[in-house]
């Protein structure tokens, strides 16, 4: 079975701070692809990157960034000088190669709040 | 309007009731997928479709039966609701099975049972 862990349930910062966003996944497949999608409140889910387990360079898009470790299985998410529209419900996803593990398996979400 | 649409987005029933949940999708992706949405739980599978008549439980399957007659459509009904099924419920489609690939999800259906 896979599993997703989020152990950050919430996380409040003021505008400008830096915040990152644990993930840390179990799966037995080798191949795997892990996702984040954001949930802001107005409630629908909006897709923020694919990374496939192949892959472990980092990467930024603006002020997001992404730090991949197979080592610790661990996929943890950046936000660099937040914004109160990052304010939102992130969510940290797991999706194996084949069969029920084919599934996305998502953790429970970290609510993160931005105060200006 | 391309998308992935559900319906209605607010629904409010009683226990013991029929209800249905629709789930449309215009980008005629094979594999559509229900998800419900509960607090310290974030989202969990119900059913899948890989395709028109074709459909598998995912991890939550018990209260909820699904039919796919056609590609773009993906009901879910909730045959005798119960309390326990209030949440939020969110539809998603995706353009094949491979775990690659991304799933589109639609705006949500906020379903009370009182």
């Known amino acids: 079975a896979q599993k997703v862990t989020q152990a950050q349930t919430e996380i409040s910062v003021v505008e400008k701070e830096d915040v990152t966003l644990d993930c840390v996944y179990e799966?037995?497949?080798?191949?795997?692809?892990l996702f984040w999608y954001k949930q802001p409140p107005s409630g629908e889910l909006v897709f923020l990157i694919r990374?496939?387990?192949?892959?472990?360079q980092n990467e930024i898009s603006g002020r997001y960034s992404w730090n991949f470790q197979k080592s610790t299985s661990s996929f943890n998410f950046t936000i660099t000088a937040s914004q109160v529209v990052d304010s939102a419900v992130y969510f940290c996803?797991?999706?194996?190669?084949?069969?029920?593990?084919?599934?996305?398996?998502f953790g429970k979400g970290i609510t993160l709040s931005v105060r200006p | 309007d391309a998308g992935i649409t559900q319906s209605p987005r607010y629904k409010i029933t009683e226990t013991g009731r029929q209800v249905t949940l629709m789930c449309h999708q215009t980008?005629?992706?094979?594999?559509m997928f229900w998800y419900r949405q509960d607090l310290g739980h974030g989202l969990r599978l119900i059913y899948y479709?890989?395709?028109?008549?074709?459909?598998d439980k995912g991890e939550v399957p018990d209260g909820y039966v699904v039919s796919r007659s056609k590609t773009e459509n993906f009901p879910l009904t909730l045959e005798s609701a119960t309390r326990s099924q209030t949440s939020v419920y969110f539809c998603?489609?995706?353009?094949?099975?491979?775990?690659?690939?991304?799933?589109?999800f639609g705006p949500g259906t906020r379903l009370t049972v009182l």
């Open positions: 996803a797991l999706s194996g190669r084949t069969g029920a593990n084919s599934k996305l398996t």
């Open positions: 799966t037995r497949d080798t191949t795997y692809y």
């Open positions: 990374r496939n387990s192949f892959d472990e």
């Open positions: 479709s890989a395709a028109a008549d074709i459909t």
């Open positions: 980008w005629s992706h094979s594999y």
């Open positions: 998603a489609s995706s353009a094949s099975g491979s775990s690659y690939n991304e799933q589109f």
